[in-house]
């Protein structure tokens, strides 16, 4: 079958940089999505995305669809014949040409032959319109009289299948061969013979870097030499570096300088305000310190760059002297005045203002602090400190800085470090992946502040409900199983629960409200490990327990992960599950006592003997919490359990033998389940 290359470029008015990936990346989809479902096969698909345009390119693009057999079924062959008729006219075909089909049901006329391919020329149109349709654009809009809608106004489009023009109208504009080039180092229309020439031609004649990932990697070549130049290292944010990229079609990195003064603010302020307002790259010394200069890229190849950064260093000077500002003004009001305001600001209508939700988590904090041998006397000072940045100038301009502003104006207060400390790490973890608070405040602070609003918004009986969590809920539980099993801490968190939910006295939903959290969070727990590829089955083993110390749950998951792996594990998974249904099907209450006198057979009495040497040993494991060696242990039990299964009748005639072997049944289920419920496996 023949083939072509087949490029189709949109050409626009400079598209939102953040989206501009994201767009490109639904534009391709939505193309060979189209063109899998049309049957029509291709080599190879590129996506090219700059401010300007988007564009795909396919190779090896067959220019038919291939003939597919049809099959349509008509009416039964007892019907009258103007229907038979009806249906042969509908085919095409007359009654002769239709066949008989004998189903269950009876026989039936149907139409079997080849329906011919399109084009792939006339069908290019429609998949390209229907991709552009379905881009994810959260808002359209028009320009000048016309009724077409887009992300932004449309201004040319190319499309080229071989050598030829595709014949289509999108978007109010008929396609052609011409694309644009740079807006300033070429402003004038290039056009194209075939779709190969695309990339060459716009980077060598109009100056545009048309593939997203080329340009992505030249900034990050340039910014890098460029903070070498300079004696440092340059910091690579992947964000801003996909931001910039998608800003400029032919980026030039240059380097401009601030004035060393600024270096007084805390460093973090200096770079958000580079990073959000200008789009700047920043560098670091040998130390790791900030350097007074900054990495810009312009969109065009100056003929005189000290003018441009010249430019761009009187547009930084009064965004930096306003941190500055900020940062001088809030340090003349100690945190500690700042108290008093936080009654002003509503942190949820029924639980009050953040005021009321520090000196919730007062008490709180110092209650964690306790039971992980830290300083009470710190987490309650950092408790009430630790809203009071929310009311700085500094947090008001940049929201990404609280807590660590909250950090540096209580260190300049005089606050013993760890208090400070605490400031910032009652935010950690802020994401998946980050890094957890280190300090003993910090921890109880960071538990205390998610733990009091999980309990307000669920005992306000306002939990997160599909995907709808403003307050981030789940969030919030994670990051206190990670801070919990990640520092090892020995926490109950049915415990902490029920102390949470005492500091916000009483809600709606206060009955059971400690246990109804417990439940939200330890199911969060399931998402975790499955980015540790750790199975739903064994997460069920050991949820099916419901153990309420994060750790020691954790702990069970890396035990029944590894039991899993023994040999023995499928067989036992399987005797805990017969064990599991003979017990549930007995009426009334089974007991614990075996009488030895009462076991007549030699495999049951093996079993017995199993028994009670296993609770033995298992016992101090259980209390240690050492269920790797516990299952371990366990698995040695497999070969009496199988023989006592297929030798011994456990519902033996007799009742006190039948109760007897339940009794010796119901103490094998007992011990395994002190790790986990091990039938779940199975």
Same mark, same amino acid.
């Given at each position: 079958?023949? #083939? =072509? ?10 598209? &939102? ?32 995305? /700059? ?17 597919? +057999? ?13 229907? @038979? #008729? ?75 299948? *071989? ?18 080039? =740079? ?29 997203? /990932?080329?340009?992505? +990697? ?40 601030? +004035? ?25 010394? /040998? ?18 760059? #000290? ?40 942190? #949820? ?19 964690? $602090?306790?039971?992980?041998? *830290? ?53 950690? %973890?802020?994401?998946?992946?980050? /890094?957890? %608070? ?41 990051? @206190? ?5 990640? =520092? ?15 500091? =916000?006295?009483?809600? &709606?939903?206060?009955?059971?409200? $400690? ?19 750790? !199975? ?12 309420? !110390? ?17 040999? +023995? ?17 007995? $009426? ?36 240690? *919490? ?29 009742? $006190? ?21 091990? !039938?779940?496996?199975?």
């Amino acid at each position: 079958m023949s #083939q =072509h290359d087949f490029l189709v470029e949109l050409g626009t008015e400079e598209l &939102p940089p953040k989206a501009l990936k994201a767009l490109s990346a639904a534009f391709l989809d939505g193309i060979t999505s189209g063109l899998d479902t049309a049957g029509i096969g291709y080599v190879e698909a590129r996506p090219f995305a /700059a401010p300007r345009r988007l564009a795909v390119l396919l190779s090896g693009i067959q220019l038919q669809q291939p003939d597919r +057999e049809i099959e349509k079924r008509g009416p039964a062959t007892q019907a009258p014949e103007k229907a @038979v #008729q009806g249906f042969a006219g509908s085919c095409g075909v007359g009654i002769d040409q239709l066949e008989v089909m004998e189903t269950p049901k009876g026989s039936y006329y149907v139409y079997r032959g080849v329906e011919q391919g399109q084009s792939t020329a006339s069908l290019l149109p429609g998949i390209v319109t229907e991709s552009l349709n379905k881009l994810p654009i959260p808002k359209r809009m028009r320009w000048g009289a016309s009724r077409t809608e887009f992300v932004r106004p449309v201004k040319w489009l190319c499309m080229l299948l *071989g050598d030829e023009v595709v014949d289509a109208e999108i978007l109010g504009l008929k396609a052609g061969r011409k694309t644009r080039g =740079h807006r300033f180092h070429y402003n004038h229309d290039i056009e194209l013979m075939t779709p190969a020439d695309y990339a060459a031609v716009l980077k060598e004649t109009g100056k545009v870097i048309a593939d997203f /990932a080329e340009r992505r +990697e030249l900034i990050r070549e340039q910014v890098i030499r460029e903070g070498e130049r300079i004696g440092g290292v340059a910091q690579i944010d992947e964000d801003l570096l996909d931001e910039v990229t998608a800003l400029n079609e032919w980026p030039v990195a240059l380097t401009g300088r601030f +004035e060393e003064r600024f270096l007084d603010v805390p460093a973090e302020a200096l770079i958000l305000s580079m990073k959000e307002n200008q789009k700047y790259f920043h560098a670091l010394d /040998a130390d790791g310190k900030l350097m007074p200069f900054f990495i810009t890229l312009a969109n065009i190849e100056s003929r005189d760059p #000290q003018q441009v950064i010249a430019g761009n260093e009187k547009v930084i000077r009064p965004r930096l002297a306003d941190a500055a500002f900020f940062f001088d003004t809030d340090k003349k009001q100690p945190l500690e005045t700042r108290i008093e305001k936080l009654k002003s600001v509503v942190f #949820q209508q029924q639980l009050g203002t953040v005021y009321d939700k520090t000196q919730r988590i007062e008490g709180l904090a110092a209650a964690i $602090a306790e039971l992980i041998n *830290g300083d009470t006397n710190y987490a309650r000072r950092a408790a009430a400190l630790s809203k009071c940045d929310l009311m700085t100038d500094m947090v008001f301009e940049f929201t990404e800085l609280q807590g660590l502003m909250g950090y540096h104006y209580a260190l300049h207060d005089g606050e013993p470090e760890e208090v400070a400390q605490a400031m910032d790490e009652q935010y950690m %973890p802020r994401f998946a992946g980050d /890094a957890l %608070p280190a300090t003993r405040t910090g921890i109880a602070l960071a538990i205390a502040d998610r733990l009091d609003t999980l309990t307000g918004l669920f005992g306000i009986n306002q939990p997160p409900t599909g995907s709808k969590d403003p307050f981030a809920l789940r969030r919030a539980a994670l990051g @206190v199983l990670r801070i919990i099993v990640e =520092h090892k801490l020995d926490l109950d968190l049915h415990q902490l629960l029920t102390l949470a939910a005492e500091q =916000h006295g009483t809600l &709606p939903g206060s009955e059971g409200l $400690a246990d109804r959290v417990l439940d939200f969070m330890l199911d969060r727990f399931r998402a975790w490990y499955e980015d540790r590829d750790i !199975s739903a089955e064994t997460f069920l083993a050991v949820h099916a327990l419901r153990p309420t !110390s994060p750790l020691d749950f954790d702990r069970r998951i890396e035990a029944v992960s590894h039991f899993r792996n023994l040999a +023995e594990a499928e067989s036992l998974a399987a005797a805990n599950k017969r064990v599991s249904n003979i017990l549930s099907k007995q $009426a009334g209450e089974i007991g614990t006592d075996i009488d030895t006198n009462l076991l007549q057979e030699a495999d049951e009495k093996a079993l017995a003997t199993a028994l009670t040497s296993a609770e033995h040993d298992l016992q101090p494991l259980f209390e240690q *919490g050492d269920y790797r060696t516990a299952l371990e242990r366990l698995a040695g039990l497999r070969d009496v359990i199988d023989t006592f299964f297929d030798n011994v009748m456990v519902m033996a005639e007799e009742d $006190a033998v039948r109760a007897n072997r339940l009794a010796l049944l119901k103490r094998l289920r007992r011990l395994f389940l002190g790790v986990a419920d091990i !039938s779940l496996l199975g």
